[in-house]
């Protein structure tokens, strides 16, 4: 079973930055690809970011540029640093793991980010 804990999220205003986090139990980064799905207020979770096994990124375009995922294989550690953040980006950011592409068999509970203008 695939466990997900996400942290990191919190207020802030237009232009700054944050960095979740998302630790990971088991064999996580080896065995599933690992990414970001978000909901705003009123609308559907949507992926915004993920990563193979291998390292390969996707990136959705309203983050693309601003947003970065990584990982730490040795601390089972999944990151997502948004920058440039705008009201817009305001949602429930979610850590997911699958063996699917995108990936969401497993989700974490979620954290807030509120970005005000």
């Known amino acids: 079973q695939v466990q997900l804990v996400e942290s990191g999220g919190g207020l802030v205003q237009a232009g700054g930055s944050l960095r979740l986090s998302c630790a990971a139990s088991?064999?996580?980064?080896?065995?599933?690809?690992m990414g970001w799905f978000r909901q705003a207020p009123g609308k559907e979770r949507v992926s915004i970011a993920a990563m193979r096994t291998g390292g390969t990124t996707y990136y959705a375009d309203s983050v693309k540029g601003r947003f970065t995922i990584s990982r730490d294989i040795a601390k089972n550690t999944l990151y997502l640093q948004m920058n440039s953040l705008e009201p817009e980006d305001t949602a429930i950011y979610y850590c997911?793991?699958?063996?699917?592409?995108?990936?969401?068999?497993?989700w974490g509970q979620g954290t807030q980010v509120t970005v005000s203008s």
């Open positions: 088991g064999r996580t980064f080896s065995s599933y690809a």
């Open positions: 997911t793991a699958g063996s699917r592409w995108l990936p969401s068999d497993y």
